[in-house]
């Protein structure tokens, strides 16, 4: 089974980081050796234009703090056991900081506990981890940003109707951050909105425009759908032109050229956009600090910001989408 692979591979970590310890205190190409510091940071992927971004923005912020970093993730957001892998392969390189964002912030968290073992600080980025070691988490409040795109959402269809959530997973925080803020924004300002059982796509755009047209043909009267992440939007608009279908609000998540193009022609009404670069910068900076003992808050809010056809050119969007 798929969880006994990951748990294989966790325990591989386990052998491999011991191993590690026990060689040569001195520089052996992976460590710092008392050099320049590294730090290797574990994404969720490179499928979407948002990690390319983050990327960017780890790579500007080492260069001015003089670190080297590595930067990886798996093909596609589906695969845990290929980022577990990644990431026990980085904690044997005896990194002197490790970044990480979390594919299943469960199957991750005993490979946290390896991390502390050998005294690699941990800062988990856009998506949480279910462990106590990470020493802050520099992510986008997304319950907040999920229910800003509720509200547009509720105002774009009057209040009334039948909508529908495409969510990219239901095993990281960032997946149940973005369903749960929407739902608990519909819940508590919008009872005049029916809102269907959350589909998961698994950030893929053909599966989430297959889920969509699904959605479609058993709710003919749907008045709007929200898709949690790049590629579940995308899905989501793909699907309603597909299915032939007009008169649908769609409201997505992140900021990739796909969307832009959606929202210029009018095929989404808006999406909310992270501030990935930001991200980034705050990740490597916020590593720098831990390697030099410094304390950190529990958590640094990178902010949100909702876009659409009436402030997409501004600077202040501008400035944060996924370019």
């Known amino acids: 089974m798929k969880r006994n692979r990951i748990l294989a591979a966790i325990a591989a970590a386990t052998i491999a980081i011991v191993a590690a310890g026990c060689g040569d205190d001195g520089d052996s190409g992976t460590g710092s050796g008392g050099g320049q510091k590294y730090i290797a940071i574990v994404s ?26 590595t930067f990886e993730g798996p093909a596609t957001e589906a695969d845990i056991e290929a980022q577990t892998t990644m990431l026990t392969n980085a904690l044997a390189k005896k990194p002197d900081a490790i970044g990480f964002a979390a594919l299943d912030s469960k199957a991750a968290a005993p490979l946290m506990e ?42 774009l269809i009057g209040g009334s109707g039948k ?47 297959d889920i969509t047209k699904s959605i479609l043909r058993a709710n003919p009267d749907i008045k709007g759908i929200y898709g949690a992440n790049e590629g579940s939007a995308i899905g989501v608009i793909k699907g309603i032109e597909e299915a032939g279908k007009s008169g649908v609000a769609v ?61 997409i050119d501004s600077p202040e969007i501008q400035a944060v989408l996924y370019k």
């Open 163 to 209: 909508v529908a959530l495409v969510v990219h997973d239901q095993t990281s925080v960032t997946g149940r951050d973005r369903r749960d803020g929407f739902l608990d924004w519909m819940k508590a300002n919008a009872p005049g909105i029916q809102v269907l059982p959350a589909q998961y796509g698994g950030g893929d755009q053909a599966k989430s425009a």
């Open 114 to 155: 390896q991390a502390k073992s050998a005294n690699i600080p941990v800062i988990a980025f856009d998506s949480g981890v279910d462990s106590d070691v990470p020493l802050t988490t520099a992510a986008t409040d997304n319950k907040a940003a999920a229910g800003e795109a509720a509200k547009h959402l509720s105002e």
């Open 44 to 69: 969720k992927g490179f499928q979407h234009q948002f990690w390319q971004a983050v990327k960017k923005g780890a790579e500007d912020e080492a260069a001015k703090q003089n670190v080297r970093i």
């Open 251 to 311: 409201v997505g998540f992140d900021s990739g050229q796909a969307q832009i193009d959606a929202i210029k022609n009018g095929t989404e009404a808006g999406a909310i956009t992270q501030n990935p670069v930001g991200m980034g910068a705050a990740l490597v900076k916020a590593a720098v600090e831990a390697i030099n003992g410094q304390t950190l808050p529990k958590t640094i809010d990178t902010g949100f910001y909702w876009y659409d056809k009436t402030n």
